[in-house]
């Protein structure tokens, strides 16, 4: 079993700045990738950012410029620094993981349980 946990969320003002932490422990061989989603009042999920075990990273529009991804892999750890925060920013945030179990296994989706950001104008 593997599990996610987050950190790092909370209430901010418009033009401030959160950094969400997650780490993934339990059964893991390898993670492939990890990657950061969100989900506002009424609105699908939706992708944030994404890295790769490899340092490859994507953004959603949205975020490009102002968040940044970044990860320990020997912590099994992501974070992401989120700065300029805008009200539309607002959601609860989420992790995900690819995890492989063991060696030669299938990838498995993790998720974390969800931080509330909140940010004021």
């Known amino acids: 079993q593997v599990q996610l946990v987050e950190s790092g969320g909370g209430l901010a003002q418009a033009g401030g700045s959160l950094r969400l932490s997650c780490a993934a422990s339990?059964?893991?061989?390898?993670?492939?990738?990890m990657g950061w989603y969100r989900q506002a009042p009424g609105k699908q999920r939706e992708l944030v950012a994404a890295?790769?075990?490899?340092?490859?990273?994507n953004y959603a529009d949205s975020v490009k410029g102002r968040f940044t991804i970044s990860r320990d892999n020997a912590k099994n750890t992501v974070y992401l620094q989120m700065n300029s925060l805008e009200p539309e920013d607002t959601a609860v945030y989420y992790c995900?993981?690819?995890?492989?179990?063991?060696?030669?296994?299938?990838?498995?989706?993790?998720w974390g349980q969800g931080t509330q950001v909140t940010v004021s104008s």
């Open positions: 890295s790769t075990s490899g340092g490859r990273t």
């Open positions: 995900n993981a690819g995890v492989r179990t063991r060696v030669a296994g299938e990838i498995y989706d993790y």
């Open positions: 339990g059964s893991i061989f390898s993670i492939n990738r």
